[in-house]
C-alpha cells in the first residue's frame, strides 16, 4: 500500500469556488510534488517542493498555489476553480538527494468543475 | 499558452507474448530512468529504474535497456498476462542547479488480449 494520501478521490464542484486538495505521506520525505494529467494523457508537472517553507512552480503553469508548512503536508489551493481546471491531480513524493525508487504517488484527485 | 494532449500511442499483444514499449528521452545529462505502470483510476506505481552508468537491468518479468547514444530506452515485458494492461510511462531525472526532477514522457497504452 502507498504511504502518500490524497483526499478527496473525486470532487464535483462549481465555478468560482475555493478548493483545496489534500496530500500527506508518512514517509519523511523531503521532496514533494503536484503533477496535473488529463485523463489518458502524459504527466505535468505543476508544483514542487525540496522540504519546508519550499516551493516552487514546475514546467506547466498553473493557476493553483501550494504551501508546504509541514513536512508531511503539502496542500494543493484553487482560488476560484474554472471549467478548464478539471483534471486529475497527481501528488507524489521522493527522498532528498537520491531518486532512490524514483517517486510514490498518491491515488489522485480526480477534479471536475461545472 | 493552451498546450495541446496527443493520444497515448497504443500497443496490443496476445496473452503469453512479449511486449516492448520503447521511449525516447530529451536531455543527455538525464541519469535515471524509471519505467511506472498506471492502471485507470490510479496512480503511476513504480516498475523497474536504471541509471545512466547501466545499460540493461532485469526485474521480475521485465527489463529495461538504455541506449545512451539515440537516447532511447525500452521496456520488455516477458509473457505478458492480463494484469499488465495499463498506460506505461518513462521518466527521466534531470538535474541541474542543484535542482532534481523527473519529467515524464508520452505514455504508451498496453492492451492485453486474451
Known amino acids: 500500500e502507498a504511504d502518500i494520501y490524497q483526499t478527496p478521490r473525486y470532487l464535483v464542484i462549481g465555478t468560482g469556488k475555493k478548493i483545496t486538495l489534500e496530500c500527506s505521506q508518512t514517509?519523511?520525505?523531503?521532496?514533494m510534488y503536484w503533477y496535473q494529467q488529463d485523463p489518458g494523457m502524459e504527466l505535468h508537472l505543476i508544483h514542487y517542493?525540496?522540504?519546508?517553507?519550499?516551493?516552487e512552480k514546475g514546467d506547466l503553469s498553473s493557476e493553483s498555489t501550494v504551501s508546504r508548512i509541514r513536512t508531511e503536508h503539502f496542500p494543493l489551493t484553487l482560488e476560484s476553480a474554472r471549467p478548464s481546471h478539471t483534471s486529475q491531480y497527481l501528488c507524489?513524493?521522493?527522498?532528498?538527494?537520491?531518486?532512490?525508487?524514483?517517486?510514490?504517488f498518491g491515488s489522485g484527485t480526480r477534479l471536475t468543475v461545472v | 499558452g493552451e498546450s495541446v494532449g496527443l493520444h497515448l500511442p497504443t500497443l496490443s499483444v496476445q496473452e503469453g507474448d512479449n511486449s516492448i514499449i520503447n521511449c525516447a528521452y530529451s536531455n543527455s545529462a538525464s541519469d535515471y530512468f524509471i519505467w511506472y505502470k498506471q492502471e485507470s483510476g490510479k496512480g503511476p506505481q513504480f516498475i523497474i529504474d536504471?541509471?545512466?552508468?547501466?545499460d540493461k537491468r532485469q526485474g521480475q518479468r521485465v527489463t529495461v535497456l538504455l541506449n545512451k547514444t539515440v537516447k532511447h530506452l525500452s521496456l520488455q515485458i516477458a509473457a505478458t498476462q492480463p494484469g499488465d494492461s495499463a498506460v506505461y510511462f518513462c521518466a527521466e531525472n534531470i538535474a541541474g542547479g542543484g535542482a532534481q526532477k523527473l519529467v515524464f514522457g508520452q505514455g504508451t497504452r498496453l492492451t492485453i488480449n486474451p
Open positions: 507524489a513524493s521522493s527522498e532528498l538527494r537520491d531518486p532512490g525508487y524514483g517517486y510514490t
Open positions: 517542493s525540496y522540504g519546508v517553507n519550499s516551493t
Open positions: 514517509m519523511g520525505h523531503d521532496k
Open positions: 536504471i541509471r545512466s552508468n547501466m
